[in-house]
């Protein structure tokens, strides 16, 4: 052999091995970038969701005004998701996801930005104004032989804050704040899984998704923990005198300061973005590993041989590139495969999306949970299940060489197990809490058929009480009453900790055997067989959450490999569109109006209009919440079912049932793309071993 080739060959391989290198070190330092975005869009995803029930009380909103806030993320993904998905993967991936992290960001601190100026937090309607006055005033208690006007608002101070109304709407900055981060938002998953297919090893982009998702689950565990730490803080920390605020965590009027976790989660974000600004546009991947950048080296090929005609025909190449988007649009639209999974993606998504954003409020109104205490549960239990799950899935994917049909079974499947599991939370509804007025007499003896205006008792019939008001106490007997007034208590200890109020004759005739006639500052606590169910509660939630997070993965696959490779990005975009759009937007939006019709007790703005629920009805709010969230799931799974039979049919034909035992399921690298129409185009020898 001649010394002088093989000297060539030895330096043609030396660049090969530094271009291989510097390839995976540029692929896996964006493999760790887009986990640090991914974090930070969960992180800024957990904070509103479980800062919800907080702005409800800090704005003073219903639960479907909070849905219409929430639902700005994805309104903001819908005004640019498509042309970013489409047109990004022509541009410089990195360096767009890197905008993306730094807009999303801006967002979060705006939304932070109404707590700088707006006003002191006003827990009650008797609340004074003035903040130099400790926001407090005299408790109001039974007052016989006292008008009704001295136990009321008086006029001069409701028409003040009557005057203030005009800045009740400046929840809209909040919602702004949160469409300007659905924006920043967009092109971070569409893009950053393009990419990572396009350049990672072949047969591993599954199991890259699956390590992603996973590693993406540390932002909102810790969102959950700074959300419970938070949660404590009185909104208005740093501002007021704590000593002088009477009510405490547990307390349903209690907001804690929401505002800090979004300046966090903003601050993140923006250092996320960083790292994008410095990697490439394209890595060196060999071309033999991928057909479709083959091809995309032909084009740029003959377009570098005719570099004159390009300049001449650049107006036509924007005009080729918009009838080659609607081409593309119609190519994946017309593939039923496609279809069926996006119908089915929207339902469950809908369902997930309904469910986290109430699941708080839930918690608090089902089991009596503080909404600190919510977080720790959903940050350090729940969570690192979802993490699991959704690793396991990548990882079963990889590891058993599924085809597309052995995907799409294990999503029908995982499905299936998540709604069965569900069916469990009915058993663990907890029964309406005993509330003089609400579920009971005022005299706290018998239950009422409506809570609609319940009738005074003669027990607190002469107190003068304002029914509206809202300042709850819990009686030793178990009862809870709107009120000391219409609990009929005639003395309180002032402002001493903790509060008492004694002398309460609607106490006294329920407990006439102890005597006992005083009361609590405080909503009482559930029953021990409330606090069993709760834990319950947790372990079918575990359940649930694993098995609805390992269907995840097997859904991202079949969304981008079952369309033309060159269609990924668009096949994710419009996905993600679609789930955004139809499902992000109105899911919250129809569950909390559904919500707000189990409330009982809304509380009353200083011009009598409605605010926020202060207590539902624990039956009627469960079984619409679960009602809601199964039926969704049960119609995504019949979805399912049709996608796995349809792919049967297409991918295998008609008469392949006996030799589908015998065959193996081929490995998703080797899986052929779907032609024009949308339908799989097999191989000679698929189709040899179909007629055999």
Not at 212 to 221: D, N, V
Not at 298 to 317: C, D, F, I, M, Y
Request: glycine letters at 8%; aromatic letters at 12%; hydrophobic letters at 40%.
């Amino acid at each position: 052999m001649d010394p002088n080739q093989h000297l060539k060959k030895s330096a043609e391989a030396t660049p090969s091995k530094k271009r291989e290198t510097r390839c995976c070190n540029g692929f896996k330092m964006f493999l760790a970038a887009l986990s640090l975005s991914f974090m930070c869009k969960a992180l800024g995803g957990v904070v509103m969701k479980s800062s919800i029930t907080q702005i409800e009380k800090r704005f003073d909103i219903s639960s479907s005004v909070s849905g219409l806030i929430d639902g700005g993320f994805e309104i903001g993904n819908l005004l640019v998701i498509v042309f970013v998905s489409y047109f990004g993967s022509k541009l410089h991936r990195p360096k767009l996801i890197g905008v993306g992290c730094f807009i999303m960001g801006t967002g979060s601190i705006l939304t932070a930005l109404p707590h700088f100026f707006m006003g002191y937090y006003r827990y009650s309607t008797e609340t004074l104004n003035n903040p130099s006055e400790n926001l407090t005033t005299s408790f109001p208690t039974c007052s016989i032989s006292e008008s009704l006007f001295f136990n009321r608002t008086s006029p001069k101070i409701v028409e003040k804050g009557c005057e203030k109304e005009s800045g009740s709407y400046i929840w809209i900055y909040v919602l702004l704040g949160n469409l300007l981060r659905g924006i920043g938002e967009t092109p971070i998953v569409p893009l950053g899984i393009s990419y990572i297919d396009d350049f990672a090893e072949t047969g591993h982009s599954s199991f890259y998704l699956g390590t992603l998702h996973a590693i993406s689950m540390i932002g909102p565990i810790i969102g959950f923990i700074q959300g419970s730490l938070f949660a404590k803080m009185y909104v208005d920390i740093g501002y007021v005198d704590l000593s002088s605020i009477r009510i405490t965590p547990k307390d349903s009027r209690w907001v804690g300061a929401w505002w800090l976790g979004f300046l966090v989660a903003g601050i993140l974000s923006i250092m996320s973005s960083i790292p994008f600004f410095f990697l490439p546009k394209n890595l060196d991947k060999p071309q033999k590993q991928r057909k479709d950048l083959a091809s995309l080296h032909l084009l740029k090929t003959n377009e570098e041989r005719s570099p004159k005609a390009n300049v001449t025909n650049h107006g036509q190449n924007v005009s080729e590139n918009i009838t080659d988007f609607f081409q593309s649009l119609k190519s994946i639209l017309t593939n039923p495969l496609y279809v069926i999974l996006l119908f089915s993606s929207l339902l469950l998504a809908s369902s997930h999306i309904g469910a986290i954003t109430y699941i708080f409020k839930y918690i608090e109104q089902q089991y009596g949970q503080s909404t600190s205490e919510a977080n720790v549960l959903l940050g350090t239990i729940t969570l690192p299940t979802i993490a699991t799950g959704i690793f396991t899935g990548g990882y079963i994917i990889k590891k058993f060489k599924f085809s597309l049909l052995g995907i799409a079974k294990l999503s029908c499947f995982c499905t299936a197990m998540s709604l069965l599991i569900q069916q469990f939370n009915f058993a663990v509804i907890c029964e309406n809490k005993p509330v003089a007025g609400l579920t009971l007499t005022y005299d706290g003896n018998d239950p009422v058929s409506s809570h609609i205006n319940v009738p005074l008792s003669y027990c607190n019939s002469d107190c003068n009480c304002d029914e509206s008001h809202w300042e709850p106490v819990c009686g030793d007997n178990g009862v809870t009453y709107m009120s000391p007034c219409l609990a009929g208590c005639k003395f309180s200890s002032g402002n001493k900790k903790p509060i008492v109020f004694y002398n309460c004759s609607c106490v006294e005739v329920t407990d006439a055997q102890n005597k006992n006639n005083s009361v609590n500052l405080g909503e009482c606590p559930r029953d021990n067989q409330c606090a069993k169910k709760f834990y319950i509660y947790v372990i079918v939630q575990v359940l649930n959450y694993f098995f609805s997070s390992l269907g995840s993965t097997p859904t991202i696959m079949l969304v981008f490999k079952n369309v033309q490779p060159e269609l990924k990005s668009l096949a994710v975009g419009f996905h993600s569109l679609t789930i955004r759009a139809l499902g992000g937007i109105p899911a919250p939006i129809y569950f909390g109006a559904l919500i707000d019709k189990a409330c009982m007790k809304w509380s009353t703005s200083s011009c009598g209009k409605r605010g926020f629920c202060r207590m539902y009805n624990s039956t009627l709010y469960g079984n619409t919440y679960l009602g809601l969230i199964v039926s969704l799931r049960f119609s995504a799974l019949i979805l399912l079912v049709v996608l796995v039979f349809t792919m049967k049919k297409i991918y295998q034909g008609k008469n392949t049932k006996a030799s589908e035992n015998g065959r193996k399921d081929m490995n998703e690298a080797n899986l052929e793309p779907l032609n024009s129409d949308g339908y799989f185009v097999p191989s000679s020898r698929a189709d040899n071993e179909t007629h055999m």
